[in-house]
């Protein structure tokens, strides 16, 4: 009981649609009204700025954190052993994504993945960080930078020989690059939106 009952809270926990409170409570606004209509990081820099996006980003890598740590912290323990925490890490990316304060709707599970992966290797976090900022310099779009990152993430925990993680990688790359379908339609059609910086950035501006 006590493990299902922190199955839920991780769920719940994911289930925050920060993005949206935060629009409403600080700026009146519903996100899901603007821009590409998203709840997470990238629609609200777009549509509240910059401070809004930062701290949505910070909140979704937060609760997908405090998620996998409750197994640690109440000293559960399932057939998994040690990647225990993986499992409750997947259950807020559920609620992210599937979210029962959205009508059952959610964002595309980015940065509450991050999150999972901060909690369960923060080595393995900060090469995730690091290969996701310098794509989003190199090409100027969250989206593309976002499922490059991921496949590679997957190639990398693969090499290290951590089966879990790779698994789960997999399955999450593959729910990421299905929740951007429609970007990767814009990208093939050279309209998908741009940060303002960076090489891909500068090279679109140079072509108008």
């Known amino acids: 009981m006590k493990l299902i009952g922190l199955l839920i809270v991780a769920y719940l926990l994911g289930a925050i649609p920060n993005g949206v409170w935060v629009g409403k409570a600080f700026f009146q606004t519903d996100i899901r009204q603007s821009g590409s209509g998203n709840i997470g990081t990238t629609n609200t820099y777009r549509v509240l700025g910059p401070y809004a996006g930062t701290a949505v980003m910070v909140l979704d890598i937060a609760k997908g954190s405090v998620a996998t740590l409750l197994p640690t912290l109440f000293h559960i ?11 409750f890490g997947l259950f807020a990316i559920l609620g992210h994504t599937v979210s029962i304060f959205d009508h059952f709707k959610g964002g595309k599970a980015v940065a509450t993945s991050a999150g999972m992966l901060l909690a369960y290797n923060p080595i393995m976090f900060v090469i995730a960080a690091g290969l996701w900022v310098s794509l989003i310099y190199w090409t100027s ?20 020989q951590d089966w879990y993680l790779t698994g789960i990688a997999l399955v999450l790359t593959v729910f990421v690059f299905y929740r951007h379908r429609t970007n990767i339609k814009r990208i093939k059609a050279g309209t998908e939106s741009l940060v303002p910086f960076g090489h891909g950035y500068h090279k679109r501006q140079a072509e108008k």
């Open 141 to 160: 779009m969250v989206s593309l930078a976002s499922m490059i990152a991921f496949s590679l993430i997957t190639l990398i925990s693969l090499a290290f």
């Open 77 to 87: 323990t399932t057939f998994l052993g040690t990647a225990t925490p993986l499992l």
